[in-house]
């Protein structure tokens, strides 16, 4: 074999290693890191809460409430951080800036990853309606009722609607959010991969108590 050829896949396993390291990382090591932030945000979080703050200022951004989807297990907590920039997405839910807060007369609306930086919403496509979403904050706890499939609504990224304060679907056949004052919007990719679409599940606020002091 010739030096030329010799050095020519030399490059060419260099490069295929510099792939599948990359793919590695992606789909294993941000996941790793994204769950360890999620770990220390909500430690951060109710470490804020049981000193009557209200939010917690962390490394990842502004922290004000904690998210849990039964149909995901019972384990699943993770934290809603203010903005959809990168940094809160890889760390966990994101709330769209100017959308209502949890609660809140208007369109709560949460963005989170369905593949890498831990996945919140891998499995979005299993949510059916009557699902519930629960939002934890620092005196309440609201349970709101998902009144769409996780797969219902497949969606370009320029479909700005669903993040209005009364979302209606410009489509008269398709679905809209619900006839309710309090709304609640999941927003993700709609694939695994790269994509310029979005699902969207709709949900509407059906329960709220105060949150437990815990002592």
């Known amino acids: 074999m010739s030096r030329s050829r010799r050095w020519a896949g ?20 941000t996941n790793w ?11 951060q979080l109710e470490d804020a809460w049981a000193t009557q703050d209200t939010e917690a200022q962390t490394d990842r951004g502004t922290a004000r409430a904690l998210v ?23 760390s966990g839910f994101g709330h769209l800036e ?9 369109n709560y609306v949460l963005s989170g ?15 059916t309606a ?3 979403v629960i939002v934890e904050t620092a005196s309440r706890i609201l349970t709101y009722e998902l009144t769409s499939d996780g797969d219902a609504l497949d969606l370009p990224f ?19 959010a619900p006839d309710a004052e309090q709304i609640l919007t999941l ?20 329960a709220e108590e105060p949150r437990p002091t815990r002592g």
Not at 68 to 90: H, N, Q, S
Not at 198 to 204: I, K, P, Q, Y
């Open 158 to 176: 320029t479909a700005t609607w669903v993040t209005a304060p009364t979302p209606r679907n410009p489509d008269p056949g398709g679905v809209s």
């Open 130 to 132: 009557g699902d519930l």
């Open 10 to 29: 030399l490059a060419l396993l260099c490069v295929g290693l510099l792939i599948v390291g990359w793919c590695a990382w992606q789909f294993v090591g």
């Open 68 to 90: 849990r989807i039964p149909r995901f297990g019972k384990d699943y907590r993770v934290p809603i951080l203010e903005g959809t920039d990168e940094e809160a997405l890889a």
């Open 33 to 43: 890191t994204s769950h360890r932030a999620q770990r220390q945000v909500i430690e």
């Open 113 to 127: 990853h369905r593949v890498t930086h831990g996945e919140p919403l891998r499995n979005m496509p299993d949510l």
């Open 98 to 106: 100017g959308t209502a807060e949890a609660g809140e007369v208007g």
């Open 187 to 206: 927003t993700t990719c709609a694939s695994l991969f790269h994509t310029d679409r979005r699902l969207v599940a709709f949900a509407r606020l059906i």
